[in-house]
C-alpha cells in the first residue's frame, strides 16, 4: 500500500448540527416500511404484567414474613427496600423470559434489505489507545471490504489523543496505512486539537464537517471489530428503511484472555443473546444506542443529536457525559426509527481485564448514567426512551438498595438480638427473627435466587436445544461445567462490585467529576499492592459483616457468607482477575471458552494474523527525532497542520520556540520540554516548521516542504 504523503482528509462536507435543548416538543413517527407493531405491544403487556405480577407477590410475602407480630418502623423500611430490590430483579427476569420465549419462536421475520447508494463511513474515535491493536482492526475489516464490498465503505480514524508521545506513536502506526483510493476502501486520519464534549464532540466534529457525503456511519469503539457481511447488512437494511435513525447489534466478546474477561465472555455468549432477544422485543422501534457496533443515519443524526448543555458543573452539569442513551432518545423524539438487532452476526468487541478496570470503567459510567436525571422528566420523550434511561440511574442505584437492604437486616437481627436472645429457636441457615415467619422466609429466598438465576438457566437451556450453538461451546458436558462455573466465580465477585457501585454513586453524589480515562486494553494484571489499595474498604467491610453475624448468631454467620466471603478475599480474588497467564490456564483446562476461540470466524482470524504481523512494528523511541529521522514521516505531519493558527498569547508555544531556538540537536530539545511544549510544537504549524533545522540535508528542505504542502 502507497504511504500517504499529502493531506489525511477527504474534501470538507459541511453538515448542520444544531444543538437542542432538554425540553422540546415531540415529532410524530416516521412510518417504516416494516412493522412489528402488534409483537411490540403483546411483548410490553408481558414485561409489565410479569413485572408487576411477580412484584406483588414478592411483596406480600414478604409482608405476611414480618406481620407474624406488629410491624415496627424498621421493619417497615426493611419492607420498602425488599420491593424495590425485588422489583429490579423481577423485571430482568420478565425481560429475559420474553426473550427465551422468542428464541425458541419458530415465527420470525427477517428484516428488510435494499442495496444503498454512496458510501458508509466507518467511524473509530481513538482516546490514547494502543495504536497498533486499532491498526490490526482496521487492516482486517479493510482486507475483508476489499475482497467483499469494494468503493462501498471509508474509514476514518478520529483521534481525541492529548498526550504528547502517544499522538506520536498513534501517527507513526496509522501513516503506513492512510490513502485515497476511492475505488476500494480509503483510511482516513483527523486528530483534534481540543477534545471539547469528549467522544460526542468526537463524532460531532466529524459530522459537521464531513457528514454531508455520507448517507450513514457505523461508529466503532478502539476495540471493535466487524466482518464486512455485519457492514454490509446494516447498511443495506438502513436502506431499505428510510425513517430509520439507528441500528443497534449485539456486540460478542472475544479475546478474553484473563479469569474475569473470560467469565465476561461466557456470560456473553450463553446468557446475552437471552436478555438482548427480550431487549429487542419489547423495544420495538424506541430501541437503545450503547455508543458503538451500530449504524446511524448522518442526517438524522444531525437533525436530531446536538446534545445540550445541562446547568450547573460536574458532575450533573456540563457536557453529557453518557451521550448514547440521550442521542437514542433523542433520534426517537425527533420521530426516526431506533433499532436494536440481535440478529447480525460477527459483530465484536472485547471486555475489561480485570475487576479493577470494570471499577475503573464503571465510576465513569456510573456518573453519565445519573447525570441522566435531568432528562428522565424531559418534555418530548418516548416512554420507552424514559424507561432507558431509569434504567441505566438504577443499574447503579441497586447497590444502594442492595447495601440498605442488608444494613437494615442487620439493624434487625441486633435489634432482635438484644430484644430476645434466643431468637434462633432451631438449628438453621436462615434467621427466624421473634417477628418473622420462618418457613415464608424461607420460600421467599428461594424464590428470589430463582430469578436472579433464572437469565442464566435459559440461556444453558437455549444452548442445550440448539445442537448446533451446544457443539460450539464443546458440548453438553462442558457447557453445563462452564456454567456453573461462570455462576460460581460470578457469585464470589457479585458482593464485591455491589460494594464498589455502592461507593460509586456516593462519590459522585458529594459531587466529585470523574475526568476522562482511557479503557484499560491490557491484560490487566495487578500487583498485589495495587489490589490492595483497590479493595482495602470491601475488605474491612466483609470482616465487620462476618464479626457482627458471628457475633449475633453463628447461623446468621453462615447465612450471610455468601456476601462476606467475597467481600473479605476481595483483594486476592481481584488479583485473580487479571493476568493472562492465569486466565489462559483455564483455557488449556478447555474451560470458559467460547465459540470464537474454538472455531474462529473469517474476521476473527485476519485480526490475529495483523495482531502477529505487527507485534514487533512498535516504535520505542515515539519522540520528535523520530519526525527527524524520517524526512516523508515529516513532512506527512506538517501537511496535517491548519495554516492558520490562533494569534492569543500561548506561553507553551513561545517557551517552546525559545527552546528549538536554542538546542543544538533535536535530543537536547526533547529533554528540555515538557508536555505542554511539545504538544504545541505538534499542533502549531510555525513551530514544526522550525524543526527542519534538525532535519539532514535542511537546505533543500524548503523547496520541498513549499511544494508538498
Not at 458510501?119 to 487492516?139: F, G, Q
Not at 440461556?459 to 440448539?466: D, E, I, Q, R
Request: glycine share 6%; proline share 5%; charged share 20%.
Amino acid at each position: 500500500m502507497k504511504h500517504s504523503t499529502g493531506y489525511a482528509l477527504p474534501k470538507d462536507a459541511v453538515l448542520e448540527m444544531p444543538r437542542h435543548g432538554v425540553n422540546e416538543q415531540r415529532k410524530n413517527s416516521k412510518k417504516q416500511q416494516q412493522r412489528f407493531f402488534i409483537t411490540t405491544v403483546l411483548s410490553r403487556l408481558f414485561v409489565l404484567l410479569s413485572t408487576v405480577g411477580l412484584s406483588a407477590y414478592g411483596a406480600k410475602e414478604m409482608y405476611e414474613v414480618l406481620s407474624t407480630n406488629h410491624i415496627t418502623w424498621l421493619q417497615w423500611l426493611f419492607l420498602g427496600l425488599f420491593c424495590i430490590n425485588f422489583t429490579w430483579i423481577s423485571f430482568a427476569f420478565s425481560q429475559a423470559t420474553l426473550g427465551l420465549l422468542f428464541k425458541l419462536s419458530p415465527f420470525r421475520k427477517k428484516r428488510l434489505e435494499a442495496e444503498p447508494d454512496g458510501v458508509t463511513a466507518i467511524l473509530l474515535p481513538v482516546y490514547n489507545e494502543d495504536p497498533m491493536r486499532i491498526r490490526a482492526s482496521i487492516e482486517a475489516m479493510q482486507e475483508d471490504l476489499l475482497e467483499n464490498a469494494p468503493g462501498k465503505f471509508a474509514f476514518f480514524i478520529l483521534s481525541d489523543t492529548n498526550r504528547a508521545e502517544n499522538s506520536i506513536r498513534e501517527k507513526q502506526a496509522f501513516h503506513p496505512i492512510l490513502n485515497n483510493d476511492q475505488t476500494g476502501c480509503p483510511i482516513y486520519y483527523r486528530r483534534r486539537f481540543n477534545n471539547a464534549e469528549r467522544k460526542a464532540g468526537n463524532v460531532s466534529d466529524w459530522v459537521t464537517r464531513f457528514g454531508a457525503k455520507y448517507e450513514c456511519m457505523i461508529v466503532l469503539d478502539a476495540d471493535s471489530l466487524m466482518s464486512a457481511e455485519c457492514l454490509m447488512s446494516m447498511a443495506r437494511r438502513m436502506a431499505a428503511e428510510p425513517t430509520l435513525g439507528l441500528i443497534q447489534t449485539l456486540p460478542t466478546i472475544i479475546r478474553a484472555d484473563t479469569l474475569y474477561s473470560r467469565i465476561q465472555q461466557f456470560a456473553n455468549q450463553c446468557f446475552g443473546p437471552i436478555y438482548a432477544a427480550g431487549l429487542t422485543t419489547w423495544h420495538g422501534n424506541a430501541s437503545n444506542f450503547w455508543g458503538h457496533n451500530a449504524i446511524i443515519r448522518t442526517r438524522a443524526f444531525a437533525e436530531a443529536c446536538g446534545l445540550p448543555i445541562l446547568p450547573g458543573k460536574a458532575p450533573f452539569g456540563g457536557h453529557v457525559m453518557s451521550h448514547d442513551f440521550i442521542e437514542a432518545a433523542l433520534l426517537r423524539r425527533a420521530g426516526w426509527g431506533v433499532r436494536f438487532d440481535t440478529d447480525l452476526q460477527a459483530s465484536y468487541e472485547e471486555a475489561p481485564p480485570s475487576l479493577i478496570d470494570v471499577m475503573v470503567r464503571d465510576r465513569r459510567w456510573c456518573q453519565g448514567n445519573l447525570q441522566h436525571k435531568a432528562f428522565v422528566p424531559a418534555k418530548g420523550l418516548h416512554f420507552v426512551s424514559r424507561m432507558h434511561l431509569m434504567t441505566g440511574i438504577f443499574s447503579y442505584f441497586s447497590a444502594v438498595f442492595w447495601f440498605a437492604l442488608i444494613a437494615v437486616g442487620f439493624a434487625l437481627a441486633v435489634q432482635a438480638h438484644f430484644v430476645r436472645p434466643e431468637y434462633f429457636n432451631n438449628l438453621s441457615l436462615f434467621p427466624t427473627w421473634p417477628v418473622f415467619d420462618f418457613e415464608k422466609a424461607r420460600s421467599l429466598f428461594v424464590v428470589s435466587m430463582a430469578l436472579v438465576l433464572a437469565p442464566k438457566f435459559y440461556g444453558w437451556v437455549n444452548a442445550m436445544l440448539h445442537w448446533r450453538v451446544c457443539r460450539q461451546f464443546g458440548g453438553p458436558i462442558m457447557l453445563t461445567i462452564d456454567t456453573l462455573l461462570e455462576v460460581l466465580i460470578s457469585a464470589l465477585y457479585a458482593p464485591i462490585l455491589m460494594f464498589s457501585q455502592f461507593l460509586v454513586v456516593v462519590d459522585v453524589l458529594k459531587g466529585r467529576d470523574s475526568g476522562w480515562k482511557p479503557q484499560s486494553r491490557d491484560d490487566g494484571a495487578n500487583r498485589w499492592p495495587e489490589a490492595a489499595r483497590a479493595h482495602i474498604y470491601h475488605t474491612l467491610f466483609g470482616m465487620l459483616l462476618a464479626a457482627s453475624a458471628y457475633f449475633l448468631s453463628p447461623q446468621l454467620f453462615y447465612w450471610s457468607l455468601p456476601i462476606s466471603f467475597g467481600l473479605i478475599f476481595s483483594i486476592p480474588l481481584s488479583w485473580l482477575s487479571g493476568g493472562s497467564k492465569r486466565g489462559n490456564l483455564l483455557a488449556r483446562l478447555g474451560l470458559l471458552k467460547g465459540p470464537e476461540e474454538r472455531r474462529p470466524s473469517k474476521i476473527v482470524s485476519l485480526l490475529e494474523q495483523h495482531i502477529s504481523k505487527l507485534e514487533h512494528h512498535a516504535s520505542s523511541s515515539n519522540t520528535l527525532k523520530d519526525y527527524v529521522d524520517n524526512r516523508e514521516f515529516y513532512y506527512w505531519h506538517l501537511a496535517q497542520l491548519p495554516e492558520l493558527e490562533n494569534k492569543q498569547f500561548d506561553r507553551h508555544k513561545v517557551c517552546a520556540a525559545w527552546q528549538i531556538e536554542h538546542s543544538e540537536s533535536i535530543d537536547a530539545l526533547y529533554e528540555h520540554l515538557n508536555e505542554q511544549e511539545l504538544l504545541s510544537i505538534l499542533k502549531h504549524r510555525s513551530l514544526f516548521l522550525r524543526l527542519q533545522k534538525f532535519l539532514p540535508e535542511a537546505s533543500d528542505h524548503t523547496h520541498r516542504c513549499s511544494a508538498l504542502v
